[in-house]
């Protein structure tokens, strides 16, 4: 079992900065691809930003340029650096954990507001 514990969310006015953390439970966290996904009202989750264990990182075009997602493998934690917020960001974002052959393992989620 991995478990997440997601932070960082809160409100912010558009082209403001935040900073997610997600906390690893399990020392096997270099061996885990992570992702951050995010889910806003009446729509589907989608991925935002991943990072394998190898530290390949991948974004979605809505956010390319503005989010860098990166890991720090001795504090077994994920991070999520969204610049230049917009409106169009305000979601719940998710943390999650890929450990091959296992499964997917989601943090609790944490709410980001973008609005003046």
């Known amino acids: 079992q991995v478990q997440l514990v997601g932070s960082g969310g809160g409100l912010v006015q558009p082209r403001g900065s935040l900073r997610l953390s997600c906390a690893v439970s399990?020392?096997?966290?270099?061996?885990?691809?992570m992702g951050w996904y995010r889910q806003a009202p009446g729509k589907q989750r989608e991925l935002v930003a991943q990072?394998?264990?190898?530290?390949?990182?991948n974004y979605a075009d809505s956010v390319k340029g503005r989010f860098t997602m990166s890991r720090d493998n001795v504090k077994n934690s994920v991070y999520l650096e969204m610049n230049s917020l917009k409106p169009e960001d305000t979601a719940v974002y998710y943390c999650?954990?890929?450990?091959?052959?296992?499964?997917?393992?989601w943090g609790q989620g944490t709410q980001v507001t973008v609005s003046s």
């Open positions: 999650a954990a890929v450990l091959v052959g296992t499964g997917i393992f």
């Open positions: 399990r020392s096997i966290f270099s061996l885990l691809h």
């Open positions: 990072i394998t264990s190898a530290g390949i990182t």
